[in-house]
């Protein structure tokens, strides 16, 4: 009886021991409610963020394209504020191959707000022969308010159309307002080697109350030789400017026409010691023949004596002119 009661309370306690709190309870799956929780009775499941497991992938590059950002550069010069940045973007068309996209440009800041880059602007159409800037180019000589940018203009037509350009600088000759504009008309009507110009030279050089105007006329007329000049360029030889004579002096002897000899010789004797001298020794020698022993070098008293060489030589041929 003894042995049976001490089975039964061992019995008895093993089953409290398996029913206390020593372990969860399963619910209806059989499982129990531990296996539920996370990180409960084992290894916790890992949750990977999506690129958490490594470093980032660098961005793939995107190749610049070198032409794309030269464009982008030289656009953003053009529009920049600060005009020599507009400039530099003249500059950098003129490096350029591409003469469609830089004549476009240029073109645009023909209409610029400053002289500067417009004078650069109508330059670099010339110096860059960039195509459509003749038009441009044609109507700003006419009409831009600053003498320099029209000066340009006009040169650019000249290295652009050649000859055709001789009618925009007969009108420039003879009609604009500024002198330095009137001198370059005239020292590239010389250049286009037109003879359309030699009359409107004539002209200046009769007329133009300017003193580089009529310089520049001779030095064009210098280069065309026109016969018919001659009678104009002998008045000029008694223009109230000495440049204006000196010129003059070194035209007669281009033209080889004797018939400047008398009127040469008037103007030696009025002329002080100078370079003047010289240019109309030196032109009486290549219209007589005679050595000219006259030089800028010489003492005063050398020069003196060259002179009285010359004076002796008309006394004994004057009448043979």
Do not use: H
């Not at 195509?131 to 006419?142: E, F, M, S």
């Not at 010789?265 to 006259?294: F, P, Q, S, W």
């Amino acid at each position: 009886m003894l042995r049976n009661l001490t089975v039964l309370l061992i019995v008895s306690f093993l089953f409290a021991a398996c029913g206390s709190g020593d372990s969860p309870p399963a619910d209806s799956s059989g499982k129990s409610a531990a296996e539920d929780q996370p990180g409960a009775g084992g290894v916790a499941p890992i949750s990977v963020e999506p690129g958490a497991d490594s470093k980032s992938a660098p961005p793939v590059e995107v190749p610049v394209d070198p032409r794309q950002e030269y464009m982008q550069t030289v656009r953003r010069k053009q529009k920049s504020v600060d005009p020599e940045e507009r400039m530099g973007a003249i500059e950098m068309v003129l490096e350029d191959s591409d003469k469609a996209f830089g004549g476009e440009v240029l073109i645009q800041l023909m209409s610029d707000e400053s002289e500067d880059v417009r004078a650069l602007a109508a330059e670099a159409i010339g110096m860059g022969k960039f195509p459509g800037g003749t038009p441009i180019l044609k109507n700003v000589a006419g009409t831009d308010p600053d003498p320099l940018v029209r000066s340009k203009c006009l040169k650019s037509l000249v290295d652009l159309v050649g000859k055709a350009a001789v009618p925009d600088l007969i009108r420039a000759l003879g009609g604009d307002e500024d002198a330095n504009v009137r001198a370059q008309a005239a020292a590239l009507l010389g250049a286009t080697g037109s003879g359309l110009g030699v009359d409107p030279l004539i002209k200046a050089l009769q007329e133009d109350f300017n003193e580089a105007v009529r310089v520049s006329a001779l030095s064009s007329l210098k280069t065309l030789k026109p016969a018919r000049c001659f009678d104009a360029v002998v008045e000029a030889l008694e223009d109230r400017n000495e440049s204006v004579r000196s010129e003059a002096a070194q035209l007669l002897g281009v033209l080889k026409n004797r018939k400047a000899v008398p009127a040469l010789m008037n103007a030696l004797e009025d002329e002080d010691m100078g370079r003047i001298l010289l240019d109309i020794t030196e032109a009486l020698a290549k219209l007589t023949g005679v050595e000219n022993e006259y030089a800028i070098d010489l003492s005063e008293a050398d020069q003196e004596e060259a002179l009285r060489a010359w004076k002796d030589w008309w006394t004994e041929n004057e009448s043979n002119y």
